[in-house]
């Protein structure tokens, strides 16, 4: 039974209904509908508000995330915050299109004695801009969160679906990530794109006399459990992802995502990899079937973030180099190689790079290996910040740097007047190394960062007697200077740029992006 002021408002509603509508009075026959959606949704109010007292609140732990769904017609939905003496952020996704959107009410007064909603003076509304809402305060007496149908909703087809995230600290759950996606690199076709790192390396310190260097295949498995809901949206530039509704809710953009019309939708294969163990891991795309000489846009989402944006411009139609990714002993490599393409697929991988390449650098490896074993260890210390195992994992990345060259084409970058490292190599010019051919056509290769050379020496034992080329004589032969670190080395992240990539799609050397 309704009450008897519910009843009084749905009287009304059902005479506007009826009211005759004569022709030619078009805005009033407007008007009228106004109306009856108007006076529906007094009506919801009025029996939302009696059907919520005595409603049992949903408790939201701290820190959660949960994803909820509201139908046309239902009762508002509760939920109970706990009391905390830290400041405390709360963040609403709407993860559905459908309008109008829900209405959300807050409060932190526990006191009042009334329901979360419009008719609670203790409460106030939760504005949403562009699919997300937030508020960061004080909950030392607990508070509590209302979600109720819009003006309008009550005649909907469908439900909301939407994500609650609270937790302590000034942090938005939801929202955009600081952290940008990593560019691997592209071909004319082809570009390799990682998510920022999501889960810390599992791997521990080992301990003498049991010290173990890690394996020349590294076999560590990816999380199973802590891996985020992960999707890709790529851009052709100047599209910008703000022409996507509800563009700043992750959520949101997932499910648009599903549909065949997706806006930023491509065909992209998707896997863990760690690329460096003191970064963690990340999810690399690898996408496939773009145009050549086209800039886009880059935007990945990791549960409730959104990373991005990152830009990147595909090479030329005849750029003659082949992506090689997906070594499990070269985990940074992501980059296209002077190498004719496979005689099946489009990349090579641990499954059809030539074995001459890969035997070569499983060997060093292994020989590296080796020699660190006549070292104690874990036992003497050669440094009270770095260990045998960062000493292999330097010397990996090195070695996979220098083994497998990374083509590329033009000294022009993006945003920038900074010229490029790059050495012309003909295409008739010798193999540099067994399991290398000769291509077809000339390119222009990258030089590798010396700052790579320079992290061996500073993490391997001094009885390797480890020596890179001095910045000074003949260094630049052979290495990209003064990019990351000074030119001379001396001063840690002041080169030129700072960085061996960038957000803009710049790559200015071979190396150190882990």
């Known amino acids: 039974m309704f009450s008897p002021s519910t009843t009084?408002?749905?009287?009304?509603?059902?005479?506007?209904?009826?009211?005759?509508?004569?022709?030619?009075?078009?805005?009033?026959?407007?008007?009228?509908?106004?109306?009856?959606?108007?006076?529906?949704?007094?009506?919801?109010?009025?029996?939302?508000?009696?059907?919520?007292?005595?409603?049992?609140?949903?408790?939201?732990?701290?820190?959660?995330?949960?994803?909820?769904?509201?139908?046309?017609?239902?009762?508002?939905?509760?939920?109970?915050?706990?009391?905390?003496?830290s400041q405390v952020a709360l963040s609403l996704a709407l993860c559905s299109t459908l309008q109008p959107p829900p209405v959300v009410f807050m409060t932190n007064a526990t006191s009042s004695g009334a329901v979360v909603g419009p008719t609670d003076p203790s409460s106030w509304q939760l504005a949403i801009n562009d699919g997300v809402g937030v508020w960061i305060g004080e909950m030392r007496n607990g508070g509590m969160i209302g979600v109720w149908v819009g003006n309008g909703g009550t005649s909907a087809s469908g439900s909301w679906s939407y994500e609650i995230a609270v937790q302590e600290g000034e942090d938005?759950?939801?929202?955009?990530?600081?952290?940008?996606?990593?560019?691997?690199?592209?071909?004319?076709?082809?570009?390799?794109?990682?998510?920022?790192?999501?889960?810390?390396?599992?791997?521990?310190?080992?301990?003498?006399?049991?010290?173990?260097?890690?394996?020349?295949?590294?076999?560590?498995?990816?999380?199973?459990?802590?891996?985020?809901?992960?999707?890709?949206?790529?851009?052709?530039?100047?599209?910008?992802?703000?022409?996507?509704?509800?563009?700043?809710?992750?959520?949101?953009?997932?499910q648009q995502l599903q549909t065949p019309q997706g806006i930023g939708r491509v065909a992209a294969n998707a896997s863990l990899v760690l690329r460096d163990p003191e970064v963690g891991w990340r999810t690399e795309f690898i996408i496939q079937d773009l145009s050549p000489s086209t800039n886009y846009t880059v935007f990945i989402t990791q549960g409730p973030k959104i990373s991005g944006p990152l830009y990147f411009l595909t090479k030329s139609p005849n750029f003659p180099c082949t992506m090689v990714h997906a070594l499990p002993y070269c985990p940074m490599v992501t980059y296209p190689v002077p190498l004719q393409p496979p005689p099946f697929g489009s990349v090579y991988d641990r499954s059809n790079l030539p074995q001459a390449i890969s035997s070569s650098i499983l060997k060093s490896l292994e020989n590296l290996s080796k020699t660190l074993s006549t070292f104690p260890c874990g036992r003497d210390l050669y440094s009270p910040l770095r260990t045998c195992q960062n000493c292999f994992d330097a010397y990996r990345a090195w070695l996979c740097t220098v083994s497998l060259p990374r083509c590329t084409e033009g000294a022009t970058t993006i945003g920038s007047d900074v010229q490029r490292p790059l050495v012309s190599r003909p295409g008739s010019s010798p193999p540099r190394a067994a399991g290398f051919f000769p291509l077809t056509a000339d390119y222009e290769e990258l030089q590798p960062c010396i700052e790579g050379c320079n992290l061996v020496g500073r993490d391997c034992p001094p009885f390797l007697r480890w020596q890179c080329p001095s910045p000074s004589l003949n260094a630049g032969n052979s290495y990209a200077l003064g990019y990351i670190d000074s030119r001379d080395g001396t001063l840690q992240g002041k080169g030129v740029t700072g960085t061996a990539t960038d957000i803009w799609g710049n790559i200015w050397c071979n190396g150190l992006s882990g």
């Open 172 to 254: 938005s759950p939801h929202g955009f990530n600081p952290s940008a996606p990593l560019l691997g690199d592209t071909t004319s076709s082809i570009a390799i794109v990682l998510s920022p790192p999501f889960h810390a390396s599992r791997r521990l310190e080992p301990i003498y006399p049991n010290y173990t260097l890690p394996h020349v295949t590294p076999d560590e498995r990816p999380p199973t459990s802590s891996e985020p809901d992960t999707a890709l949206i790529v851009l052709k530039t100047p599209e910008t992802i703000s022409s996507i509704p509800l563009y700043r809710s992750a959520c949101a953009l997932r």
């Open 8 to 85: 009084k408002q749905l009287t009304t509603c059902k005479k506007l209904r009826l009211e005759v509508r004569p022709a030619g009075q078009a805005s009033r026959f407007i008007f009228i509908d106004q109306m009856y959606t108007r006076c529906l949704y007094l009506a919801y109010l009025l029996l939302a508000s009696t059907l919520v007292f005595g409603q049992v609140a949903t408790i939201l732990s701290l820190p959660s995330l949960n994803s909820f769904a509201l139908e046309p017609l239902s009762a508002p939905m509760l939920f109970s915050i706990p009391s905390s003496s």
